[in-house]
């Protein structure tokens, strides 16, 4: 079974640049997750996806970050502009359903100069 | 609010020993919980995972973990640490009910000496 797939693997972009990064998850996912996780820290929630419909998107700053799942399978989360802050690795994951275990791929590392 | 706590981000074992790794969460209500280990440059794995029952619970890599709800604690433990196993552990909480938001800790980075 193929695991979650995301890309690119690396981003260098400079600030006030916009960024996208692409996840494709596990083969009937349901639920599907996209995190921040800075250096030194755990990974934190900022958008969950049930099919194609948005679950919580509380820990997501709208005023840059977006993020769509069309057709309720691969997932895009986009940054315009970019802040040096936003420099840290973007993880995706998915789950069969909302309550499981989730599935992480290996995750984009953003830095942004 | 919802909360993990991790309160070791550094632990130090020499190959053979034995580890144990502390989470204590803040929840109404006794959540799902769950321990994943991260290698450089990798996503996150799942160790094991607590929904109910027995306390105590078996998981990949030889690594278990105790659910005490008096103390609030999950605790992963492992009886002979390898070399392989250093890595960063975290520990994650998401509510049995509800929308299920994952909260994770920040992390213990594991160093095993030969």
């Known amino acids: 079974e193929a695991g979650v797939a995301q890309s690119p693997r690396y981003k260098i972009i400079e600030k006030r640049q916009s960024v996208a990064f692409w996840c494709n998850p596990i083969?009937?996912?349901?639920?599907l997750y996209w995190y921040q996780q800075i250096l030194g820290q755990g990974p934190k929630l900022l958008i969950q996806f049930q099919n194609n419909g948005v679950v919580d998107d509380s820990q997501l700053p709208k005023d840059r970050f977006s993020a769509e799942r069309l057709k309720g399978v691969d997932s895009t989360l986009k940054i315009q502009p970019a802040k040096l802050e936003d420099s840290a690795v973007y993880l995706c994951?998915?789950?069969?359903?909302?309550?499981?275990?989730?599935?992480f791929g290996p995750g984009t590392r953003l830095t942004v100069t | 609010a919802q909360s993990v706590t991790q309160p070791d981000i550094h632990i130090t074992v020499s190959e053979g020993a034995s580890l144990e790794l502390r989470c204590n969460y803040s929840?109404?209500?006794?959540?799902?919980l769950f321990w994943y280990v991260q290698s450089p440059g990798q996503g996150l794995q799942l160790l094991l995972k607590y929904f109910s029952g027995d306390t105590l619970v078996q998981g990949i890599k030889g690594f278990e973990a105790e659910f005490k709800r008096s103390q609030s604690s999950f605790n992963l433990r492992k009886p002979s640490v390898h070399w392989s196993d250093a890595a960063e552990y975290f520990c994650a909480a998401r509510s049995s009910g509800g929308s299920y938001i994952p909260t994770f800790g920040r992390g213990t980075s594991l160093i095993v000496h030969p």
């Open positions: 929840y109404g209500a006794t959540p799902y």
């Open positions: 994951a998915s789950s069969l359903v909302r309550v499981y275990e989730q599935y």
């Open positions: 083969s009937g996912h349901a639920t």
